[in-house]
């Protein structure tokens, strides 16, 4: 056995030391084990969890604190001595009297920052006594514990219930600073094996490579919330990764929030009534996960990617749910704003956790979400320069960020749009938070206001028009323009633009072909005609002239339809004489006329990517999507 760590004072076996430290039997009963049986005992020493009925001799030879308090009391025969603040009681000061007495154990991770502690405690140093119990515990620190990382983990446990005196004796220090340094060289070590050369023959990392620096990870999860919080301030301050920080703090919230806690799995219903006291912050389980979750907010690596997106809302969720602080939330959110374009529609859906009559979901946290995710697209292009360093890919342009939230706002809006308890005020700020130019095409949109006006049939004329503004009809693609024409749900207007604008892309369809007629006329009587329409006449009267417009923009679109049915025929013909000629020749000069009309060049791919079963296969061939 390494010296260090075995105290060779007697001749005890080893085996039987182990199982006498694990019996928890009256203290009493445990000295007798190992104290002098013939010499009475003269001093009577009170721990917390025990009394020890011990001797002064071994006991004042090597303790200063021991010494001091039987001299003070030098007349009474059997002295009584309290000690019940000594650190780690009864468990630690047997190990201690043990030393005393010179009987052999063994000093370990799970015992030295005990030894430490009572050594200081009971002044067990050089000074009484040489090769004392502070300096063997002091030695095994240093030389064994500080060069192993699990080591350490395993002594800062130990510290949890040492505290403050663990951290005075700067024991906690020393195993933070190798904690972080280890990891820190590990992963140095890892990266020089994930060095690779490019085809341009450049040097860069490779990322796919598995990183077997952090296998640390996983240790650290055991650690109590605010010795973690410090381990993982000092790895950042070392520069540990930003991946791996994040890929920790990920472990350890699943420990501490997933697999503890009945917030996670709100299947069971047996939950409801935690969730109630969770609420209202009556429980001591919510302060712990409470501080938990906002501690991991505040350690959260600055770089993006560095936690995915979905543990992002997860901790929000929470921190929803636990009532954190607003700061922790508004930090959460901004986080998830600035990358909103990878996020998914069950990323989106955070339930609310309020009073009865509130919404299902909890609208306006993902307001300000949306709200974070419209300013960030400027204040983001100064910061960009920095990454140009880093192997991550460029940024990508944030017309196509803005493109992939448009869609993923309109199927939330259309989640959330059943919700009777939905205020038209909420609903309507969802959908307003982009900029005009974020949908290309309003099908979405249409659709969840579709399903807004069905869940909601009291909702009031003026209401209905203040909704139906928010779509631009003109971005309807054929299908969507289809159903909105024959929906009754939308005031009357609507239906009319929607008409109107369908008549003008088939107009529009046929002049491509037809380049001699010009659809202008059209469109300038159509703005005169609505404008003054709307100003000039009673209500009675705008609705009767809204209806006749309506019947002849009908009837106008029914004829267009017939006149793209009979060209959609000829281009088929067209392409029956071209199988029947086998000349290449012919072919493509055909082909290349085809191409300047642009007519049917690449249309059936865009046009409508679903047609219903109901619209006729020739309109989505035909119109491409505007």
Known sequence: MDKNNHLHHHHHHHHQQQQQLSLPKCSRQRCNEWIFRDVPSDITIEVSGGMFALHKFPLVSRSGRIRKLVAERRDSENSRIELLSLPGGAESFELAAKFCYGINFEITSGNVAQLCCVSDYLEMTEEFSKDNLGCRAEEYLESVVCKNLEMCVEVLQQCENLLPLADELKIVSRCIDAIASKACVEQIASSFSRLEYSSSGRLHMNRQAKCEGDWWIEDLSALRIDLYQRVITAMKCRGVRPESIGASLVNYAQKELTKKSSLWNPSNQQQQQQKVELVSGSSTTAAHERLVVETIVSLLPVEKLAVPINFLFGILRSAVMLDCSVSSRLDLERRIGSQLDIATLDDLLIPSFRHAG???????????????????????????????????????????????????????????????????????????????????????????????????????????????????????????????????????????????????????????????????????????????????????????????????????????????????????????????????NFMSSFSRKIGKLNFFGHSSSRGSSSPSKHSQRTDSKVIERT
């Open 358 to 584: 509130d919404t299902l979901f909890d609208v306006d946290t993902v307001h300000r979400i949306l709200v974070n995710f419209s300013q960030q697209d400027d204040s983001d292009e100064d910061m960009d320069d920095a990454s140009v360093f880093e192997s991550e890919s460029p940024p990508s342009p944030s017309q196509t960020a803005l493109f992939k939230v448009s869609k993923l706002v309109d199927n939330y809006l259309a989640e959330i749009a059943p919700d009777a308890n939905l205020k038209l005020s909420k609903f309507m700020v969802i959908a307003e938070t982009l900029p005009a130019h974020a949908r290309t095409v309003h099908d979405g949109l249409y659709r969840a206001i579709d399903i807004y006006l069905k869940a909601h049939q009291g909702l009031s004329d003026p209401d209905k028009k203040k909704l139906s503004k928010l779509i631009d009809f003109q971005k309807l693609s054929q299908e969507a323009g289809a159903h909105a024409a024959q929906n009754e749900r939308l005031p009357l207007q609507s239906i009319v633009q929607v008409l109107y604008f369908e008549q003008l892309r088939l107009r529009n369809a046929l002049c491509t072909s037809y380049a001699d007629e010009d659809p202008k006329p059209l469109h300038q009587s159509w703005r005169i005609s609505s404008g003054a329409l709307s100003a000039a006449m009673s209500p009675r009267d705008n609705y009767a002239s809204l209806r006749r417009e309506n019947r002849e923009l009908k009837l106008e679109l029914a004829r267009l339809r017939m006149r793209l049915n009979d060209l959609e025929k000829e281009h088929v013909h067209m392409k029956r004489d071209m199988q029947k000629s086998h000349s290449l």
